[in-house]
């Protein structure tokens, strides 16, 4: 009774730190409120974990064991499926919303695996288990729509569109626009034309009028902002506190405790800053898009592997699709993706029509996801893994 009680125990509490994954993240996970939410003593952690983190690698291997078990589900409800690329659209839809619609919670553990800090062994090695689960999947699942050369292009989509399509909007359009980009694939797969996107071109003129302006702030409180923002890169949201922003943005601590209150303001100032100054380089990148192709493709690939180890894009985007306060900004990151990729797609394929908003979303996509896939990877192998990347999907096209 006493091993029974126990293991039970044990449960609950790797229960209790996928739930505070969803609705606050690793920042929020204290052996105080694992204590409170699975009603066991928080003495328990440390004498059957040994440690906070060691808990947390455990429950990630639950959150994988329960992907994994959820893939193989999806896998055996194609039994009897003949082989037809033309069949792969709506697979993949579907199995994005219902990922991040019935599996939420564990959609959120696979992300908060990611953001593991690169230098531990542990959390490369969590990344590392959720690579290969997706990867062995998307084998399986390709090969049963005869999509196999599409393999890499698909798994990485996946990657990406399983993260943006945590951040809600409308209901309906979103369910709508993953539809027309799961169409745009299969045709990028097939070498098809692009089909249209309605609801994708609606989301997107409507971000594009109600992108927020860049913060009007006063000059210490840009700088107390740019400070947040850049403890985010760094740290996460933990490492977002009043004192340690005062000490980045050289301020006394009363100053930045007077012109924002509260952690709540910090960090809505610290992801402000991080949207702005990521919407400023995909910009900037873009305007000096070479005109050489092979310029074009070491520039990009240069710039994905100096990107690959920053937090606060991926940290914003989990912090926008945990609250409603932040979700205004769900509608540009998801739909005003593609700039850069546009460019770089004339570049690159100077015998096809002008790359549409679709394709340029789905290279977009492409390229967001390589910069979490390579994050352990050395820089030189880094770059010449996603420069080799980038080329095998445009030539599937």
């Known amino acids: 009774m006493i091993e029974t009680t126990a293991k039970s125990s044990d449960i609950r509490l790797i229960d209790a730190v996928i739930d505070i994954w969803e609705t606050g993240g690793a920042d929020a996970v204290s052996a105080r409120q694992l204590s409170a939410n699975a009603d066991v003593p928080a003495s328990s952690i440390y004498h059957h974990f040994g440690s906070l983190e060691q808990l947390s690698v455990l429950a ?23 082989t037809d690329p033309r069949a792969f659209p709506g697979f993949f839809a579907g199995l994005v919303d219902d990922w991040v619609h019935d599996q939420r919670g564990v959609a959120f553990a696979w992300r908060e695996g990611q953001l593991l800090r690169t230098k531990s062994p542990a959390g490369a090695q969590v990344r590392a288990g959720w690579r290969t689960l997706w990867r062995d999947f998307w084998e399986q699942a390709c090969d049963r729509f005869g999509l196999s050369h599409g393999v890499d292009m698909v798994d990485h989509l996946f990657e990406n569109e399983a993260f943006l399509h945590m951040l809600k909007w409308r209901r309906a359009v979103d369910r709508a626009g993953l539809d027309e980009l799961a169409q745009g694939i299969g045709a990028w797969l097939m070498g098809e034309a692009m089909p249209a996107s309605p609801w994708r071109d609606f989301a997107r003129n409507l971000a594009m009028a109600q992108a927020p302006e860049p913060p009007d702030h006063d000059p210490t409180t ?19 506190t009043h004192r340690a922003v005062a000490e980045r943005a050289e301020l006394t601590l009363g100053v930045v405790s007077h012109k924002l209150r509260t952690k709540s303001e910090l960090l809505q100032a610290g992801y402000e800053g991080i949207y702005v100054e990521a919407a400023s380089r995909v910009r900037a990148r873009a305007s000096a898009a070479a005109a050489d192709a092979a310029a074009a493709l070491d520039g990009i690939a240069d710039f994905l592997t100096v990107s690959r180890g920053g937090r606060g894009v991926d940290a914003l985007h989990l912090a926008v699709a945990r609250d409603a306060a932040l979700r205004p900004f769900g509608l540009q990151l998801r739909y005003l993706r593609g700039a850069t990729s546009r460019s770089l797609l004339s570049l690159l394929r100077p015998d096809h029509p002008k790359p549409g908003h679709l394709e340029a979303a789905i290279l977009s996509g492409f390229l967001a996801a390589v910069t979490r896939l390579h994050a352990d990877s050395d820089a030189d192998h880094a770059r010449t893994k996603i420069r080799a990347d980038i080329v095998r999907m445009i030539a599937i096209r």
């Open 60 to 82: 990630q291997e639950r959150a994988q064991r329960d992907a994994r078990l959820w893939g193989q589900d999806r896998l055996v409800q194609m039994d009897g499926l003949s």
């Open 222 to 240: 840009a700088r107390i902002a740019e400070a947040a923002a850049a403890l985010v890169e760094e740290a996460g949201p933990s490492g977002v």
